[in-house]
């Protein structure tokens, strides 16, 4: 199992940027494929972005492509999510998870490890 931990969230104004980290422990984070969900007030738990083992293939959620980056070092253990030009629709908690399949997945019922989350708000 391993355990993640998310950081980077705040307070920005529509159109800044952030960068979240999800720092794992544990010798076989690079052997899992991992992603981003966040989940809004009242809303359901969303896919937002995943990222292959390698790095080499990435998914976005349609509502962020173009806007985000996800990325990973597995020499760190860190993977990370550059959110640019950001809307108020952003504000959320996100969450990150690796999936069990070893593929890339969208769809939370994979998802083999959650991290705790961290609040990102957008203001207007």
């Known amino acids: 199992q391993v355990h993640l931990v998310e950081s980077g969230g705040g307070l920005v104004q529509a159109g800044g940027s952030l960068r979240l980290s999800c720092a794992a422990s544990?010798?076989?984070?690079?052997?899992?494929?991992m992603g981003w969900f966040r989940q809004a007030p009242g809303k359901e738990r969303e896919f937002v972005a995943a990222?292959?083992?390698?790095?080499?293939?990435?998914d976005y959620a349609d509502s962020v492509k173009g806007r985000f980056t996800i990325f990973r070092d597995n020499a760190k253990n860190t993977m990370y999510l550059q959110m640019n030009s950001l809307k108020p629709e952003d504000t959320a908690v996100y969450y990150c998870?690796?999936?069990?399949?070893?593929?890339?997945?969208?769809?939370?019922?994979?998802?083999?490890?959650w991290g705790q989350g961290t609040q990102v708000t957008i203001s207007s």
């Open positions: 990222i292959s083992w390698t790095g080499t293939i990435t």
């Open positions: 544990g010798r076989t984070f690079s052997s899992f494929p």
């Open positions: 998870a690796t999936f069990r399949g070893g593929v890339v997945q969208r769809v939370a019922g994979e998802v083999l490890s």
